[in-house]
């Protein structure tokens, strides 16, 4: 499978939307002039069956959000979890004529424009005009030994946090990795902010500064005592932009829909990712992540170590998603499609899990990624500065 799959896979898991039911529209030709198309047998014909499967997908996605609300209201109030509770059919599929040539489905709404993904070179722009931040940037190998030391000492053991970096960044990449872009090829994009050994998006350095700052700055100035007088200065200039960066994280509610707003929109918010590319920074960001997962689960009652695709599928599902996959019984997995995970238009986007169709799937594509991007150069060096 292709690591531009897995990634696809975790935008997918945050993307809404419902596909509108297809109506005659005018279409576009090469030179964006309207092209009125008359009706035809062919276009009537296509018509009719696209809104009878839209009425049919329609009622299989309620079906999901509606078992989704179900579950989450068992758990709130400590009931259990059945195999009932899960829509056990896969997705419809449409098998009516193709689209005629010409005809374009009109949108219900207008589309909204894309958000423009900004790239390395832009967040530490904005990290400069910001707050005087420049990421102090080791050697690959001096941050795969900071982030090592960092999470032993968080309790994550060299088993997950190495499989999640090799199922993240295939195996081989490097802490200032971004998705899309891990690969050297010509004329590569972003595909979103995500960075480094655990694919951190820009919202998730603005909450977890927001919700951890304070540690993180009581940690880093542990570190300040130890160090020569010249880096210690260095330090506490590093020290003086971080506080301004979580000031500015706590200009909102602490709630993931405001810190979204920060990180797409605002140059601030472009300025704060660009924290994970720091040596002493980045590695409490990165284990953090990680930690937040393991604590998630421990508080809703599961004490025993999380597999590394476990801890992987809360990493990039999000807690709540994660936590369903993870407590459902084994002997189950197989029965359960993974588009009660989703929702639809995250799923049609998603290869992943098209392909894989239950949670069983899932779960051994993941494992089968890890155990062989486990195998390179990168996730080795990582294994060894454990």
Not at 28 to 50: G, L, T
Not at 259 to 267: G, I, M, P, V, Y
Request: hydrophobic share 40%; proline share 7%; net charge positive.
């Amino acid at each position: 499978m292709m690591l531009r799959d897995f990634a696809l896979f975790r935008a997918g898991l945050a993307f809404a939307g419902l596909l509108c039911a297809a109506m005659p529209a005018p279409a576009q030709d090469a030179d964006d002039q309207p092209i009125v198309v008359a009706a035809s047998p062919a276009v009537e014909a296509y018509i009719r069956a696209r809104t009878a499967y839209e009425n049919v997908a329609q009622a299989y996605w309620k079906s999901i959000a509606d078992k989704r609300r179900g579950r989450f209201a068992k758990r709130r109030s400590g009931e259990t979890v059945t195999l009932d509770d899960y829509v056990l059919t896969q997705p419809p599929v449409y098998t009516g004529p193709p689209r005629p040539p010409g005809y374009v489905p009109p949108h219900r709404d207008p589309a909204r424009p894309p958000v423009p993904i900004p790239t390395i070179p832009e967040f530490l722009k904005a990290a400069q005009t910001q707050y005087g931040f420049v990421p102090d940037r080791p050697t690959e190998v001096e941050f795969k030994q900071a982030y090592a030391k960092v999470a032993a000492a968080a309790g994550l053991s060299r088993e997950q946090a190495v499989r999640i970096y090799a199922f993240e960044t295939g195996g081989n990449g490097g802490y200032d990795s971004q998705a899309g872009m891990i690969y050297t090829r010509k004329n590569a994009r972003p595909i979103s902010p995500a960075i480094g050994y655990n694919q951190l998006l820009s919202t998730n350095t603005v909450s977890l500064l927001a919700q951890h700052g304070d540690r993180f700055m009581a940690e880093l100035n542990a570190q300040t005592a130890r160090l020569t007088a010249t880096d210690r200065k260095a330090m506490d200039r590093k020290l003086s932009a971080l506080t301004r960066m979580i000031a500015f994280t706590r200009t909102v509610p602490n709630a993931w829909g405001e810190h979204d707003k920060l990180a797409k929109f605002t140059e601030g918010g472009k300025g704060v990712h660009a924290a994970v590319l720091d040596r002493d920074i980045g590695p409490l960001l990165q284990t953090q992540k990680l930690l937040d997962s393991v604590v998630f689960a421990r508080t809703k009652g599961v004490s025993r170590p999380l597999s590394a695709v476990e801890l992987e599928l809360m990493n990039f599902t999000g807690d709540g998603n994660g936590f369903d996959l993870v407590t459902m019984p084994v002997a189950v997995r197989d029965r359960v499609p993974t588009s009660n995970f989703f929702q639809r238009g995250g799923y049609e986007r998603n290869p992943i899990a098209r392909r894989t169709g239950t949670v069983a799937g899932l779960f051994d594509a993941i494992d089968s990624k890890m155990d062989r991007a486990s195998q390179l150069e990168g996730a080795r060096a990582l294994a060894g500065a454990f």
